[in-house]
């Protein structure tokens, strides 16, 4: 599965943009159950907010493949990286209270924080953890979270200053979520309760957002209604549980349903002013979250659909215009669960879709129809243009997957040259260990990363894990010294085109564990 975090947008079907903001439900339905059916989603919500009203908030389809338990406005889903336009807003508020500034460097709240270079330790400040600027490559050292790891917030922050930079500082965007789960922890340290409590008590609560939780183990056993992630792999959808991404915490820990999230859509709508009247964040506060902090590069795919300018990223939000309008969005990845958030101010249009299966094409063909009646344009299929695009891609994926036979194939050296307890110097203890004849790899802080190596040549392997539905088989690449001792262990995802972006793996430097 591949996450697309800056994914165009999401969103509903027809829309009647009149004042009393009226939606077409017959057309809205015929859309997004379309949409559904052509990219195989069990379940998906949508809501949307036109004119500070909700003019749909509703269910389609089931929870979970086999318990056929229907979804609806109410059920909770992983929104994974929508998260951090939440913990953007909480230190915003944070810092209208005047307990920091956006740009108060990051170690004046967190002393222990370190990157590799010594100047971009110094200089980082607040908006550069949310802007994805700080040199740091994709998903760098998203192997301490994903695919839940048992690593602690400061065993995360011991791991920044091992890994090495890709770019130099705020010349690049490069989207990196252990910058956020910094971010989380700055609003821990500075509001003195944790980023959970912060979250549901300053601004889930405020928002009415009581189904919302920060974290799946704070979703009340009482509370049966959420869904299930599915995974297609060889023309079966299988179900997935995974926690909702409860280790990313301020990069991608929130849980929450669209008749919540049409709250977060009004607020942003309305400038960080809750229906009371009362400001949760400012007018200001929030034009510096919506200011383009970095810019990425433009497409030309992007630039043919919608006449796409320019895109980058503000802070929590992705940013780029729309046929002349501004547009913020975000997309949010789980294995087996995508979402998406998009915001036309200009239209006082917010839209959001949550579904329970990975193909983010499904929720960027609905938004796409919804602007397209909302801004007026030529009408599209947009659902058949995407699908095409989608499952020509995919096929093209998986063909581009397949190994080629190793021509002069090398035999590789007895198992007890490669057992060995091996050490990364940001993640951790790797064990590689001979089982009855096979050997077998073992990420120690990831349950799910566990595997056997397969010889491929030489001293090359492939780790095939026993989850396969993780789609992450990778390259084990032994560096031996002129006595056979292994010298260094890198690896690489085998499929780059299919593996998320979040298992790392190249970005490890194993070494053998000093006894």
Not at 394 to 400: C, D, F, L, P, V
Not at 452 to 467: K, M, P, Q, S, V
């Amino acid at each position: 599965m591949k996450r697309c975090f800056l994914a165009a947008a999401i969103g509903l079907g027809l829309l009647s943009f009149n004042s009393t903001a009226e939606v077409d439900a017959d057309k809205l339905s015929a859309v997004i159950e379309k949409s559904m059916a052509r990219f195989n989603v069990p379940g998906m919500a949508v809501a949307v907010v036109q004119n500070d009203q909700v003019v749909l908030a509703k269910g389609f389809g089931v929870a979970h493949l086999d318990t056929k338990k229907a979804v609806t406005a109410q059920t909770l889903f992983g929104i994974a990286s929508n998260t951090k336009a939440f913990t953007s807003a909480a230190l915003a508020m944070l810092i209208e209270q005047g307990k920091l500034s956006w740009d108060d460097r990051v170690i004046d709240h967190i002393p222990e924080f370190r990157l590799a270079d010594p100047y971009v330790t110094r200089e980082m400040r607040i908006r550069d953890l949310l802007s994805h600027r700080s040199g740091l490559g994709l998903g760098e050292g998203d192997l301490l979270i994903w695919p839940d790891t048992d690593k602690t917030v400061k065993e995360i922050l011991a791991g920044l200053q091992h890994l090495q930079p890709d770019s130099s500082f705020r010349s690049q965007y490069a989207y990196n979520n252990l910058m956020f789960v910094t971010a989380g922890e700055v609003v821990a340290r500075v509001s003195g309760q944790s980023w959970q409590d912060f979250i549901e008590q300053k601004i889930l609560a405020p928002l009415a957002m009581h189904d919302s939780k920060a974290g799946f183990s704070r979703i009340p056993k009482s509370n049966g209604n959420w869904a299930t992630g599915h995974i297609p792999m060889e023309g079966q959808l299988t179900p997935f549980f995974v926690n909702y991404l409860e280790d990313f915490r301020g990069a991608g820990a929130i849980a929450s349903s669209v008749a919540d999230m049409s709250k977060w859509l009004r607020l942003q709508l309305n400038e960080g002013k809750l229906p009371s009247g009362e400001a949760l964040f400012s007018e200001k506060s929030q034009q510096e979250m919506w200011h383009l902090h970095i810019t990425s590069k433009a497409s030309k795919r992007a630039f043919d659909a919608y006449r796409q300018q320019f895109r980058g990223y503000g802070l929590g939000w992705s940013i780029e215009d729309y046929h002349g309008y501004k547009k913020m969005a975000h997309g949010g990845g789980i294995l087996g669960m995508v979402s998406q958030v998009t915001l036309l101010p200009e239209k006082e249009l917010g839209i959001v879709v949550l579904s329970n299966q990975q193909a983010f094409s499904a929720l960027s063909a609905i938004t796409h129809e919804v602007l397209e009646d909302a801004l007026g344009l030529e009408d599209k299929d947009w659902v058949e243009e995407l699908a095409i695009k989608h499952f020509e891609g995919k096929e093209k994926a998986y063909a581009q997957s397949q190994l080629a036979a190793v021509k002069n194939k090398q035999a590789a050296l007895p198992n007890a040259i490669y057992a060995n307890a091996y050490q990364d110097a940001w993640y951790g203890d790797i064990n590689i260990t001979d089982e009855k004849g096979n050997l077998r790899i073992d990420f120690t802080h990831t349950a799910r990363l566990k595997g056997t190596l397969e010889h491929y040549n030489g001293n090359t392997f492939i780790a095939r894990w026993d989850e396969k539905l993780l789609e992450a088989d990778a390259f084990v690449e032994f560096q031996l010294n002129a006595d056979n001792s292994v010298k260094s262990v890198t690896m690489r995802a085998v499929s780059p085109a299919i593996t998320d972006f979040s298992f790392d793996f190249h970005n490890l430097h194993l070494k053998v564990k000093s006894k």
